[in-house]
């Protein structure tokens, strides 16, 4: 083997030594500045995963955009990303190393309630803001650095059944009796309940309120209790697909309720699916006017039109999971470029003391748990996409209401 | 109280989702009980199975019945090179609920990374039919699949019941050593029977393509009523899926229709505890 080696001469080497010095020391005085490091982590596997797809979509075109624009602070931004594999027990651990190892320098939230409230504690805990997209419980935020971007205001169990139950008010022939079935997922009891006391209070006969296992494996038996009930409006506390299983083993047994609301569907297939026509559900944002032109959707629209194809989902339109993402991360630049830092608490103090401009709208945090306006919406499938129909200030243009 | 409509339809919902509870517990029964494998990948392999129904059909223009034909041959074959593995690398009875729970983890990886997390619907034109008797709905694929279920429930009963495999199969399981000095060769018979079971899991896939919407997380809802059909039917036995799975469909149906439906994961259970306790002869 020896024979086959070359031996450097002296000169060689020093003038190697040389360049090399120089090359480093041209890098020390030309680097770019180190990126941002921003850490997450999402549902990327388990029951979560449909939902949090989306959410991972939105925040990497977010980051595309703003380093495509030059970054933030003159800095680029690094998306740090793991999977929490729909487990708060997991979600604790990684923010833990995320802050910890990682060293991140922001975080921003994970997707759904438990996991949002397990990054809340670690957040809390060195004192980080942390800004959230999918928690509709706001009461259990009461970290004073945690800061909504779904705004359904402080107390949601209030507000939004009023605005499901003023919008279906508005409609030629109100309902005057509604039938409630909830999953045992806590933010769609908690907003059953509000919705069941608000109907019984405007005088809207309940006919009954049931709650049933999450996830849920047959909604035959409930499908056939709704057509038994045969109430003005059925009501579905769901989550992703139940409200397609529900309309599936409704038309089963040949039922077609009047009215229906579904709260948190997979959005794509109730858009889809042949009984979903005049299906209407919860929203903050859907990709049509006039919230087509609010700030921030011209970015977004066509990239998760292009992302989402690209990922193989089969509903590519931008509805409020990914447009809440996309505002909750406007809402973590505006703040550190307003205060020209990466400091968590001068961030969340400037955050509380003013309002940001979203894809979703115009958010404030000055009420309690930091919280604004309820811009909680209606929104309704029309042949096969869906429209915002209430209120009525977001509606396209030409739509209506179809109701009985 | 619930009127005669409302208990009669949630009767029929409960019996037919019961056919598929039998279904999809037969292959487990039959490995636990025959093979001395709890085989939990059978619920991944079932989902694989609607998965690919839902491509052939959505994006091949392939009938059910021709994706049945493909893949019940196609997951025979994948249950006999799943228990040479097995065999090769000794897997044991305790092992092997390890061992095929990393192998569901894996398929349920495979399945996300084909068909994403996202929700996956094979809109087969046949969803929708359904047959009135008097004030009830008889849904036809639910219908089909419990026919399908006791047709091939009765079938493997009787076949290890009455033929000479079958009795060989069930000596082999009893006593090994015994039924090998009596000339049974146990190692291939197995993998006959692996391929069954996995053929089962092909078999309910279909049913569950056509019926369900599909998430590969939807998985892990199955598994607990699987096992709680598999020891109230007895294991190794079919047949005695096939009536456990309508039991629990049954139970837990009546049971959403009468009372809160979050109660009926606790009726499936406490059945199971009761008879775990009273120990009837066929547990």
Redesign the interface.
């Known amino acids: 083997m020896a024979k086959y080696m070359i031996r450097p001469s002296r000169r060689a080497v020093l003038s190697s030594l040389a360049a090399a010095s120089l090359v480093s020391a041209g890098r020390r005085v030309y680097a770019a500045p180190a990126p941002i490091r921003v850490g997450c982590t999402l549902a990327?596997?388990?029951?979560?995963?449909?939902t949090?797809?989306v959410h991972k979509l939105a925040a990497e075109i977010f980051v595309a955009d703003i380093n495509k624009h030059g970054g933030l602070l003159g800095r680029s931004v690094e998306y740090v990303l793991y999977d929490d594999q729909?487990r708060a027990d997991q979600t604790r651990s990684l923010y833990e190393k995320l802050i910890t190892v990682d060293n991140v320098d922001l975080i921003m939230a994970p997707y759904a309630t438990a996991a949002t409230l397990a990054a809340i504690s670690v957040a809390q805990r060195y004192g980080k803001i942390i800004i959230y997209s999918s928690m509709a419980q706001v009461y259990l935020a009461t970290y004073d650095r945690a800061f909504p971007a779904s705004h359904g205001g402080p107390h949601p169990e209030i507000s939004n059944p009023k605005v499901i139950l003023d919008a279906w008010a508005s409609t030629p022939h109100p309902p005057q009796s509604i039938a409630i079935?909830a999953s045992?997922f806590p933010s769609a009891l908690f907003e059953a309940k509000g919705v069941r006391d608000l109907a019984q209070k405007r005088g809207i006969k309940v006919a009954f309120y049931?709650?049933?296992?999450f996830?849920s494996?047959?909604m035959?038996?409930?499908a056939?209790?709704f057509?038994?009930a045969n109430a003005d409006l059925v009501w579905l506390g769901c989550l992703?697909?139940e409200a397609?299983?529900l309309i599936?083993?409704m038309?089963?047994?040949?039922y077609k309720p009047p009215r229906s609301f579904y709260l948190f569907p997979?959005s794509?297939?109730l858009a889809?699916?042949?009984g979903g026509e005049g299906a209407t559900a919860f929203s903050n944002y859907e990709e049509h006017p006039p919230m087509d032109k609010f700030k921030g959707a011209d970015v977004l629209i066509p990239a998760f039109h292009e992302r989402a194809k690209a990922?193989?989902?089969?509903?590519t339109r931008v509805d409020f999971q990914a447009a809440t993402e996309f505002a909750a991360w406007q809402m973590l630049a505006a703040a550190a470029q307003a205060t020209s830092s990466l400091d968590d608490a001068k961030m969340a103090d400037w955050l509380k003391h003013h309002q940001v401009e979203t894809v979703v709208g115009k958010l404030r945090f000055n009420e309690e748990f930091n919280c604004g306006d309820d811009l909680s919406k209606v929104k309704q499938v029309q042949k096969g996409k869906w429209q915002v129909v209430w209120p009525v200030a977001f509606r396209q243009p030409g739509t209506t209401f179809i109701a009985p | 109280m619930?009127?005669v409509?409302?208990l009669g339809?949630?009767v029929i919902?409960?019996v037919?989702?019961g056919g598929l509870y039998g279904l999809l517990a037969a292959g487990l029964s039959l490995s636990w009980g025959l093979l001395k494998y709890i085989n939990v990948s059978y619920f991944a392999l079932a989902f694989l199975s609607a998965y690919l129904t839902y491509q052939f059909g959505t994006f091949n223009g392939i009938a059910p019945w021709w994706s049945a034909v493909i893949l019940v041959p196609a997951f025979f074959l994948l249950g006999v090179l799943q228990h040479w593995t097995f065999m090769r690398l000794r897997v044991t009875e305790l092992t092997s609920l390890v061992v095929t729970f990393g192998l569901a983890v894996l398929i349920?990886?495979l399945i996300?990374w084909i068909?994403?997390?996202?929700?996956?619907?094979y809109?087969s034109g046949f969803?929708?039919l359904?047959s009135?008797i008097g004030p009830f709905?008889v849904?036809t694929l639910?219908f089909l699949a419990l026919v399908s279920a006791t047709i091939l429930a009765i079938a493997t009963w009787s076949w290890l019941r009455w033929t000479y495999v079958g009795k060989a199969l069930r000596a082999a399981a009893m006593d090994p050593e015994m039924a090998s000095a009596f000339g049974i060769d146990h190692r291939r018979l197995s993998f006959l029977l692996s391929g069954i079971c996995s053929a089962y899991a092909a078999v309910a896939g279909i049913f569950i393509a056509l019926i369900?919407?599909l998430?590969?997380?939807?998985i892990?809802?199955?598994i607990g009523?699987a096992f709680a059909v598999v020891i109230i039917g007895g294991v190794g036995n079919p047949l005695g899926a096939l009536l456990a799975g309508i039991l629990i469909?049954f139970a837990?149906?009546?049971t959403?229709?009468v009372t809160?439906?979050?109660w009926?994961?606790l009726v499936s259970f406490t059945i199971l505890i009761v008879l775990l306790l009273w120990k009837p002869r066929w547990t």
């Open positions: 990327l596997t388990g029951p979560l995963a449909q949090a797809l729909s079935a045992k049931l709650e049933y296992d996830p494996r047959d035959n038996p409930i056939a209790r057509k038994d992703g697909v397609n299983q599936e083993a038309t089963k047994i040949d997979a794509g297939p889809s699916a042949p990922a193989g989902m089969p509903y | 619930p009127s409509t409302l339809q949630a919902a409960g037919l989702i349920e990886s996300q068909w994403t997390a996202d929700f996956r619907k809109e969803s929708g359904t009135k709905f849904p639910d369900a919407t998430a590969p997380s939807e892990g809802t199955w009523v469909g837990e149906s009546v959403m229709a809160q439906p979050a009926a994961p």
